[in-house]
């Protein structure tokens, strides 16, 4: 009933630049945040950003000034700009949105590969 779908990833050298996006269907009432996590091989998944719903961000230390979180809300979608990006930010990407009563909700990943 409730489904997120993420979207934009790809295979791009180093330094280059990718924007994934993360589409919301159905009816969400009591989010409050909204976020990325990425799973690489043979890792645990680690949060990258997250927005809450007051507009405030946070984001991984490997990833500071490189990746941007941001919405929009008309579309109910969550975008991740992501410039600068190094072989090390390759991994499966998930969207993720955080409930005030319900259990999390994920995406069904999208993949990020960056050659050197």
């Known amino acids: 009933q409730v489904q997120l779908v993420e979207s934009g990833g790809g295979l791009v050298q180093a330094g280059g630049s990718l924007r994934l996006s993360c589409a919301v269907s159905?009816?969400?009432?009591?989010?409050?945040?909204r976020g990325w996590y990425r799973q690489a091989p043979g890792k645990q998944r680690e949060l990258v950003a997250v927005l809450t719903t007051g507009g405030n961000t946070n984001y991984s230390d490997s990833v500071k000034g490189r990746f941007t979180i941001s919405r929009d809300n008309a579309k109910n979608t969550v975008y991740l700009q992501m410039n600068s990006l190094k072989p090390e930010d390759t991994a499966v990407y998930y969207c993720?949105?955080?409930?005030?009563?319900?259990?999390?909700?994920w995406g069904q990943g999208t993949q990020v590969t960056v050659s050197s």
């Open positions: 159905g009816s969400i009432f009591d989010i409050n945040a």
């Open positions: 993720n949105v955080r409930r005030v009563w319900g259990g999390p909700l």
